[in-house]
């Protein structure tokens, strides 16, 4: 079984007489979010450490199970709060609030997760009765319009909402009544993103939207290109503006989509990756044990240059060290090439040739031929040149590619 995971993805440039793009990353097989963040972060601060520029970043969502966890951290806050409020320290539950609401708009609010944003009203049922305690009922009821701007239909529940604010309720909902739908408009570059606001679909842009005046978060999202924004929308209304790449970014995007398909051919990543710059750099993770392995393809003027792969131990300041033998060597080493942790590499290549990429180290099976070289990994596609028994054993190792990750094969890598 095949599992893809999308990321984030970056586009840089690496000034000099030598200009080269780093098209982004893709993911074959299970591996953990933890590790696919981490090994995109050290890659791309690598790469922009070698002299390169980033020349625009593509923001992924969180993924659920990270979502999960900050969920977990939110109702922790939520909960010293409610103690907080029930000994009546009403500032320190206001305190307690604000760090809830940072944590919420750093992680949660560009999300269309329904648990995120239950949080998110209950949130402001807590900040406004603790206002409404310290005796500023203007800010309470700032807070419940707020409610109302992003739940028109929210009403206090018997025995749950505090009595304080449903007293308050009424008044603040004649007021939200009263006031006239602000439009927000939203247009993205290019047309036809999708357009989310505070967790709800809200049609493709350009689009017009009618809402209360308050605080809204808008996400704009065209194939894996992101854009979030806090926006306050006044009487006046208010307007977003997404651009979501340049050409280059552009390319890179496409390179990466067509990676993540079952079956990528030589040709297609060739013909991709000529639009994104004279020199590209594909890095694909896939699984190796219980860690991970990077394989960096290097494309030059249209032909598969070099390929670069090192598998990555666990420790952090080992991994570090080793993601870094890996930049350098995509970026100057002029033939494939392993780089090697530990001895791992001679296992490294024939579990990735038989497309056994979740297999443990340490079951690794006896090194390839010699006669059987890799000329690019790419995106889970296995490109080689082989020959004699080497050849053989590929094609007869289809039957392992459901471990892990799918592959194709094109004989023609080096030609």
């Known amino acids: 079984m095949m599992m893809v995971a999308s990321l984030a993805v970056c586009v840089v440039a690496v000034t000099g007489s030598d200009p080269a793009v780093f098209a982004g990353v893709a993911v074959r097989g299970a591996v953990s979010d933890d590790d696919v963040v981490q090994v995109t972060e050290q890659l791309r601060s690598m790469f922009q450490a070698r002299g390169a520029r980033v020349v625009a970043p593509i923001e992924n969502k969180g993924t659920r199970e990270r979502e999960r966890r900050v969920l977990k951290d939110l109702d922790d ?5 409610a103690r907080a409020a029930a000994a009546t320290d009403w500032n320190g539950a206001r305190e307690l609030l604000q760090d809830a609401l940072a944590l919420f708009e750093e992680h949660l609010a560009f999300t269309d997760d329904d648990a995120a944003w239950a949080r998110y009203r ?15 009922k203007v800010g309470a009821d700032q807070e419940l319009l707020q409610l109302l701007a992003v739940e028109p239909d929210w009403r206090p529940k018997k025995g749950v909402t505090p009595a304080a604010v449903a007293a308050r309720f009424d008044a603040v909902r004649d007021e939200a009544r009263a006031t006239p739908p602000a439009s927000l408009e939203v247009k993205s570059r290019p047309a036809g993103a999708k357009v989310l606001v505070d967790g709800r679909r809200a049609g493709r842009a350009p689009v017009a939207i009618e809402l209360p005046p308050g605080v809204h978060y808008v996400i704009v999202e065209d194939h894996g290109r992101v854009h979030h924004q806090r926006v306050v929308v006044g009487d006046g209304g208010a307007r977003v503006s997404a651009r979501l790449g340049s050409p280059e970014l552009e390319a890179s995007v496409r390179l990466l989509a067509q990676l993540r398909q079952p079956a990528t051919k030589k040709a297609e990543l060739l013909d991709l990756a000529s639009d994104v710059a004279d020199v590209a750099l594909v890095a694909v993770v896939l699984p190796w044990g219980r860690s991970v392995q990077v394989v960096c393809a290097r494309v030059t003027d249209g032909e598969l240059d070099a390929v670069v792969a090192a598998p990555l131990p666990r420790n952090p300041g080992a991994r570090e060290k080793v993601v870094f033998q890996l930049v350098e060597a995509a970026l100057t080493q002029k033939a494939d090439g392993w780089i090697a942790a530990a001895d791992a590499a001679q296992a490294l290549r024939p579990l990735l040739l038989s497309g056994m990429g979740d297999t443990s180290i340490n079951d690794a099976p006896e090194p390839a031929p010699t006669g059987l070289i890799i000329g690019g990994v790419v995106g889970g596609l296995v490109v080689v040149a082989a020959v004699g028994l080497g050849a053989a054993l590929v094609f007869l190792n289809e039957s392992n590619k459901d471990k892990g990750f799918t592959y194709g094969i094109d004989a023609s890598a080096l030609e």
Do not use: G, K, M, Y
């Open 122 to 136: 209950e949130l402001l049922v807590l900040q406004s009765t603790a206002l409404l305690h310290v005796n500023d």
């Open 77 to 81: 806050r939520l909960d010293d709060a």
